[in-house]
């Protein structure tokens, strides 16, 4: 076999259901990942990029994207589609439905797994919409987390290789940002390298903030080592603070090997500008795989879980029992995670990264020298792919990227579709052809060619609503009937304008065969306000509108009465109307009651009702609640409300040294 060739196959692997969409539109910011203090150094002190850079163009919300929150932790053999990329010396396989996952890279001659390889698909509250699940190599685009597409299918496709074999490309229209990309992923004759070229590209007539980490799992042990070209980093923990560090040793530890201290972080290396990239995840003997780019990829990072109950508590979480751990190495388009880079209109963002085992000398790569391990690696590096070559091969590739599709392996979503007909694009080598338009965008189709969204044919909970400007103003000049008035108002929160929001729901209102869909989306601002009085109020006249006017037990149904239920129960409580909150609690169906956020929220009633010895019952009987956010303290929270007793171990997942908290976070 020489040069690359790509095939179709399906992976059987035990997995969980995603489930529905939640179709309540998220009009919460997406959490505390956004923010960051400076820690240790005067922000007038950090880097001049890094500075204008750190906190620019956070996400107001997740908008247009919807919550994934509907998956269980039922696993079952489901046959997921796989595309294998393969030459002589290596075997990549690409989840092109989930993501571009790549699974498994595998390297032929040593029969190794360069890859941490999760034997399931279990997802986990861990992206910005909610479903995500470890392992392989993900790409990050959008914003600050977890991509939004990390369980969505990319389009994927046959393409020419530069070196005349066979290329996956994978592409998608990046919804948060309205930024379509590709990733082409192929393997040069003879070579040891998984070779992956990226394009972003800005097709506006503005800038654009702009994200990219490609997160790479790599198996743990006490005797794993990250090693990369820096003498200091920017550690960022779950304490959200972000302060200057050397490395290795950091707090009498050295951090470069992931179980050596106890709770969770990222470290952010400090790499030298003209230093070349790499980063490289090395065992005991000195073998593991290596990472390296084009130098636009300029950041790199190393996260651990750490050796605490917490950490060791969600990786077991997010597999089946007797997986090893793992831990992640990431490159990246600025120093850190917390940054956005601006995308200029009408411009684009390329680089070219490489995937590979690499050898080095234990003794040198485990030593106590530091500058030694760098430069034993960067040697290895060198003489395997050498810096030169692989920027040689970069400007082979860029004119590829234009290359049209050959043979299509998997459809994405129609969002792209939709983009490229209202704006007229042209965007050579990712199509997105009329056919792949679908039943979400069918309205905005409509709203695009005939001026009004068309009239619901059946009752159902409303679709996705479209935030961007152009679609803003083309709600703006619709006819005013309430369904309009409800996306119309969703768009409007999402660009801060929260009065005009809060109108346009309440006009609405007034002619609505349907209120619940308003009248949740006007408690949730006052939620935010403070209103809590009102707030509850309107959340019990929304959860009883939905009761009415729920037509079946479908999926999509469901999804609806179960989040509109947490949110009206969670808000009562908030409020101290515990009888009302069990009154909803008490509403539900016998399948959505079981689940563990509704055991959790069980819990919280009773201690509410001061019932704690039997709120501790729900714990001693056991509950997993499915969609716990990462980072999450709430099952510690509640716990504390019982009683004084330690938390049982397997409601453990603190992320960092406990601390002084109001209120409940999850």
């Given at each position: 076999?020489n040069?690359?060739?790509?095939?179709r196959?399906?992976?059987?692997?035990?997995?969980?259901?995603?489930?529905?969409?939640?179709?309540?539109?998220?009009?919460?910011?997406?959490?505390?990942?956004?923010?960051?203090?400076?820690?240790?150094?005067?922000?007038?002190?950090?880097?001049?990029?890094?500075?204008?850079?750190?906190?620019?163009?956070?996400?107001?919300t997740?908008l247009?994207?919807?919550?994934?929150?509907?998956?269980?932790?039922?696993?079952?053999?489901?046959?997921?589609?796989a595309?294998?990329?393969?030459?002589?010396?290596?075997?990549?396989?690409?989840?092109?439905?989930?993501?571009?996952?790549?699974?498994?890279?595998?390297?032929?001659?040593?029969?190794?797994?360069?890859?941490?390889?999760?034997?399931?698909?279990?997802?986990?509250?861990?992206?910005?919409?909610?479903?995500?699940?470890?392992?392989?190599?993900?790409?990050?685009?959008?914003?600050?987390?977890?991509?939004?597409?990390?369980c969505?299918?990319?389009?994927?496709?046959?393409?020419?290789?530069?070196?005349?074999?066979?290329?996956?490309?994978?592409w998608?229209w990046?919804?948060?940002?309205?930024?379509?990309?590709q990733?082409?992923?192929?393997?040069?004759?003879?070579?040891?390298?998984?070779?992956?070229?990226?394009?972003?590209?800005?097709?506006?007539?503005?800038?654009?903030?702009?994200?990219?980490?490609?997160?790479?799992?790599?198996?743990?042990?006490?005797t794993?080592?990250?090693?990369?070209?820096?003498e200091?980093?920017?550690?960022?923990?779950?304490?959200?603070?972000?302060?200057?560090?050397p490395?290795?040793?950091?707090?009498?530890?050295?951090?470069?090997?992931?179980?050596r201290?106890?709770?969770?972080?990222?470290?952010?290396?400090?790499?030298?500008?003209?230093?070349?990239?790499?980063?490289?995840?090395?065992?005991?003997?000195?073998?593991?795989?290596?990472?390296?780019?084009?130098?636009?990829?300029?950041?790199?990072?190393?996260?651990l879980?750490?050796?605490?109950?917490?950490?060791?508590?969600?990786?077991?979480?997010?597999?089946?029992?007797?997986t090893?751990?793992?831990a992640?190495?990431?490159?990246?388009?600025?120093?850190?995670?917390?940054?956005?880079?601006?995308?200029?209109?009408?411009?684009e963002?390329?680089?070219?990264?490489?995937?590979?085992?690499?050898?080095?000398?234990?003794?040198?790569?485990?030593?106590e020298?530091?500058?030694a391990?760098?430069?034993e690696?960067?040697?290895?590096?060198?003489?395997?792919?050498?810096?030169?070559?692989?920027?040689?091969?970069?400007?082979?590739?860029?004119?590829?990227?234009?290359?049209e599709?050959?043979?299509?392996?998997?459809?994405?979503?129609?969002?792209?579709?939709l983009?490229?007909?209202?704006?007229?694009?042209?965007?050579?080598?990712?199509?997105?052809?009329?056919?792949?338009?679908?039943?979400?965008?069918?309205?905005?189709?409509?709203?695009?060619?005939?001026?009004?969204?068309?009239?619901?044919?059946?009752?159902?909970?409303?679709?996705?609503?479209?935030?961007?400007?152009?679609?803003?103003?083309?709600?703006?000049?619709?006819?005013?009937?309430?369904?309009t008035?409800?996306?119309l108002?969703?768009?409007?929160?999402?660009?801060?304008?929260?009065?005009?929001?809060?109108?346009?729901w309440?006009r609405?209102?007034?002619?609505?065969?349907?209120?619940?869909p308003?009248?949740?989306?006007?408690?949730?601002?006052?939620?935010?306000?403070?209103?809590?009085?009102?707030?509850?109020?309107?959340?019990?006249?929304?959860?009883?509108?939905?009761?009415?006017?729920?037509?079946?037990?479908?999926?999509?149904?469901?999804?609806?009465?179960?989040?509109?239920?947490?949110?009206?129960?969670?808000?009562l409580?908030?409020?101290?109307?515990?009888?009302?909150?069990?009154?909803?609690?008490?509403?539900?169906?016998?399948?959505?009651?079981?689940?563990?956020?509704?055991?959790?929220?069980?819990?919280?009633i009773?201690?509410?009702?001061?019932?704690?010895?039997?709120?501790?019952?729900?714990?001693?009987?056991?509950?997993?609640?499915?969609?716990?956010r990462?980072?999450?303290?709430?099952?510690?929270?509640?716990?504390?409300?019982?009683?004084?007793?330690?938390?049982?171990?397997?409601y453990?997942?603190?992320?960092?040294?406990?601390?002084?908290?109001?209120?409940?976070?999850?």
């Amino acid at each position: 076999m020489n040069a690359t060739t790509v095939r179709r196959t399906v992976l059987t692997l035990p997995a969980a259901p995603l489930g529905a969409e939640n179709p309540l539109p998220a009009l919460s910011p997406p959490g505390a990942a956004q923010t960051v203090e400076v820690g240790g150094v005067e922000r007038a002190a950090l880097p001049r990029d890094m500075a204008r850079q750190l906190g620019h163009a956070p996400l107001r919300t997740i908008l247009p994207t919807r919550v994934l929150d509907g998956y269980g932790r039922e696993r079952t053999g489901t046959g997921i589609d796989a595309v294998v990329v393969e030459n002589d010396r290596l075997r990549a396989t690409v989840l092109p439905g989930l993501g571009g996952r790549v699974h498994s890279l595998f390297h032929k001659p040593t029969g190794r797994e360069l890859l941490y390889r999760n034997p399931v698909f279990q997802p986990a509250d861990f992206a910005l919409n909610g479903a995500w699940f470890s392992g392989g190599i993900e790409w990050n685009i959008g914003a600050t987390g977890h991509t939004t597409l990390s369980c969505a299918p990319l389009h994927a496709a046959v393409v020419t290789a530069p070196d005349g074999g066979e290329m996956l490309r994978l592409w998608e229209w990046e919804r948060l940002r309205d930024l379509p990309f590709q990733v082409d992923l192929w393997l040069p004759t003879g070579s040891e390298f998984l070779h992956v070229g990226v394009r972003i590209r800005n097709p506006h007539e503005h800038p654009v903030p702009t994200y990219w980490w490609s997160n790479i799992a790599v198996p743990e042990s006490d005797t794993t080592r990250i090693v990369a070209p820096a003498e200091a980093a920017w550690h960022f923990g779950y304490e959200r603070s972000l302060r200057r560090v050397p490395v290795p040793e950091s707090e009498g530890a050295d951090r470069s090997y992931p179980t050596r201290g106890e709770f969770a972080g990222d470290y952010f290396y400090d790499v030298p500008d003209d230093s070349r990239k790499w980063i490289a995840s090395l065992d005991a003997g000195g073998r593991g795989l290596v990472q390296t780019s084009t130098d636009l990829l300029r950041g790199r990072k190393l996260f651990l879980w750490g050796s605490g109950t917490g950490g060791r508590r969600w990786q077991r979480w997010l597999t089946e029992p007797g997986t090893g751990g793992y831990a992640e190495i990431q490159a990246g388009l600025a120093r850190t995670q917390l940054e956005h880079v601006t995308l200029d209109e009408g411009a684009e963002f390329s680089w070219l990264e490489a995937y590979g085992p690499l050898a080095g000398d234990p003794a040198r790569v485990h030593g106590e020298d530091w500058a030694a391990a760098r430069a034993e690696v960067g040697a290895r590096l060198a003489d395997a792919l050498p810096r030169a070559a692989l920027d040689e091969a970069y400007a082979v590739w860029r004119p590829y990227a234009d290359a049209e599709p050959d043979t299509v392996l998997a459809t994405g979503s129609g969002w792209g579709a939709l983009e490229v007909l209202r704006a007229g694009l042209k965007l050579p080598g990712t199509p997105f052809p009329e056919s792949t338009l679908g039943e979400q965008q069918a309205p905005w189709l409509e709203l695009f060619r005939q001026g009004a969204l068309p009239e619901p044919r059946r009752v159902a909970p409303p679709g996705p609503t479209l935030v961007a400007p152009h679609w803003r103003d083309m709600l703006e000049t619709a006819p005013a009937d309430p369904l309009t008035e409800y996306h119309l108002g969703v768009a409007q929160w999402h660009a801060g304008d929260l009065a005009q929001a809060v109108r346009s729901w309440e006009r609405g209102l007034e002619l609505a065969p349907s209120r619940w869909p308003l009248l949740r989306c006007l408690a949730a601002a006052d939620r935010v306000a403070g209103e809590k009085g009102r707030a509850g109020d309107r959340y019990l006249a929304a959860f009883a509108d939905l009761c009415e006017e729920r037509r079946d037990e479908g999926e999509a149904w469901t999804a609806a009465t179960a989040a509109l239920a947490r949110e009206t129960i969670e808000t009562l409580l908030d409020a101290g109307r515990t009888a009302e909150a069990r009154g909803v609690q008490g509403r539900l169906g016998t399948a959505v009651r079981v689940r563990g956020r509704f055991r959790l929220l069980e819990a919280r009633i009773l201690v509410a009702e001061g019932r704690t010895a039997e709120a501790r019952a729900v714990y001693e009987t056991g509950f997993e609640v499915a969609d716990l956010r990462e980072g999450a303290e709430v099952l510690r929270e509640v716990w504390a409300s019982i009683t004084t007793d330690p938390l049982p171990e397997r409601y453990e997942y603190a992320m960092r040294p406990p601390r002084r908290r109001t209120g409940l976070e999850d």
